[in-house]
């Protein structure tokens, strides 16, 4: 009983603290997850690390002086990350006010019905493409490798990319979440020696960045309009629409439940 009565003072003492410790753990666990792979997360590593640093240093050395320009500054530096962040907040915001956070189930399966749709009437156009759903892994420096498009997802306009005389027909889209993000991407190929010879480029491309990423790949072959999927450095292939659609599910909504 008295273990049990110290038990409960102490959670009744501290239980405050607990509550805010897990806040600010999620917090800044979402924090570097949508930081991850921007310039501005790289700069905010060096600055935590450089203050970090010095604060030690002046408390461990006794140094007055650096102690006292760390406090004076500590103001300026928090307007400083609010212009070097200013491209991911405006992004932040814009994305919430979009409820891009708080898609459900259901806007989860229409996004994808689209997509698939859209897909499909690629492939009965026979226009070959190749797009890239990037994940939890950031694909900056792929989308940097192409035409930015920050835009919202069209149909018609995924059309228009892959229409064979386009300039931006070659090479990979990508997508995050509902937004078509940059086109004409250059991906990396695939070192495998055990592929089918009749496999083309794009193909090749679509396992060699699903090796090393975890995003899925689609890819609309333009000789004989039959639809792929690559996830995982693995390959489905000719696929007739109803599969494929199934097959977007599992690996885009399924596996996210």
């Keep these: 009983m008295c273990s049990m009565h110290s038990a409960l003072s102490f959670f009744e003492q501290y239980w405050t603290a607990a509550v805010e410790i897990g806040i600010l753990t999620i917090v800044l666990h979402y924090t570097c997850l949508y930081l ?38 500590s103001g300026f530096l928090a307007l400083a990350l609010v212009i070097i962040f200013q491209p991911e907040l405006r992004r932040a915001i814009t994305e919430l ?23 499909i009437e690629l492939s009965s156009r026979g226009f070959g493409a190749l797009l890239v759903i990037e994940r939890k892994i950031s694909l900056r420096p792929i989308t940097e490798t192409g035409v930015a498009i920050n835009c ?11 229409h064979p005389k386009t300039v931006l027909h070659d090479g990979a889209v990508i ?12 991906l990396p190929l695939t070192q495998r020696e055990d592929l089918d010879r009749n496999l083309g480029l794009r ?18 072959s333009e000789e ?21 659609q199934q097959q977007l599910n599992q690996l885009l909504l399924l596996s996210e439940t």
């Design 224 to 244: 004989t309009g039959h639809i792929s999927i690559c996830h995982n450095g693995v390959i489905r292939r000719n696929l007739g629409a109803e599969e494929f």
């Design 152 to 162: 919202d997802y069209s149909k018609e306009l995924i059309l228009t990319m892959f």
């Design 175 to 186: 997508l995050h979440k509902d937004q078509i993000v940059a086109a004409a991407c250059i």
């Design 36 to 73: 991850r792979g921007t310039q501005g997360g790289r700069i905010l590593i060096r600055l935590v690390l450089v203050f970090i640093t010095l604060t030690l240093l002046s408390r461990f050395f006794n140094l007055a002086v650096i102690e006292w320009l760390l406090r004076s500054l």
């Design 97 to 119: 006010g979009n409820n891009h956070f708080l898609l459900t189930t259901f806007e989860k399966h229409e996004a994808l019905g689209e997509l698939a749709g859209t897909v």
């Design 203 to 220: 193909h090749r491309a679509a396992l060699g960045l699903t090796e090393s990423t975890d995003s899925v790949a689609i890819v609309v």
